[in-house]
């Protein structure tokens, strides 16, 4: 990626920068301290907030669908960068990178947050076929319950 696309976000507080392969195993193990969809995380999708020196504080990715959708996904901040921007700067990032039709799977808690970037809650009746399969999926975890809730399933565009 070239220079003019990293963007500064504050002065030597954090920068972003495209994933390389050596950061690979840090994204996989701040997605799963998050607790989020651990699947698709190839790391040439990722674009990732870095401290000062260079450590990964925060993670996001713009991931293909087989049915041709795209997802904005693996939104991931590490607890001590929480509150300071983070996310926000990982999101407008990828969706000025990304312009179109997106869609996101999250916690019915974020629909707020997500709604200030333009998405909106879909009714099962509108999601696409990768999305549609996800729903039943999380819907068979509810009924035996191995989670509390399913999941809120946006798009944008």
Not at 15 to 23: E, G, I, K, S
Not at 49 to 55: E, S, T
Not at 65 to 82: C, M
Request: charged letters at 20%.
């Amino acid at each position: 990626m070239e220079q003019s696309r990293v963007k500064w976000v504050s002065a030597a507080m954090y920068t972003l920068r495209p994933a390389v392969q050596a950061d690979s195993h840090t994204i996989r193990a701040i997605i799963r301290a998050a607790q989020i969809n651990p699947l698709g995380l190839d790391w040439h999708r990722f674009i990732l907030a870095v401290d000062a020196n260079d450590k990964i504080i925060g993670t996001g990715q713009i991931k293909p669908h087989g049915d041709g959708t795209r997802e904005l996904a693996s939104i991931a901040v590490v607890p001590a960068w929480r509150g300071k921007g983070v996310a926000r700067a990982i999101i407008e990032h990828l969706l000025a990178e990304n312009p179109g039709t997106l869609y996101l799977t999250c916690r019915a808690a974020l629909e707020p947050l997500y709604q200030k970037f333009g998405f909106h809650p879909l009714s099962e009746a509108e999601l696409p076929p990768y999305f549609r399969r996800v729903l039943r999926f999380f819907n068979k975890l509810i009924q035996h319950g191995i989670l509390p809730e399913g999941p809120l399933v946006m798009k944008r565009g």
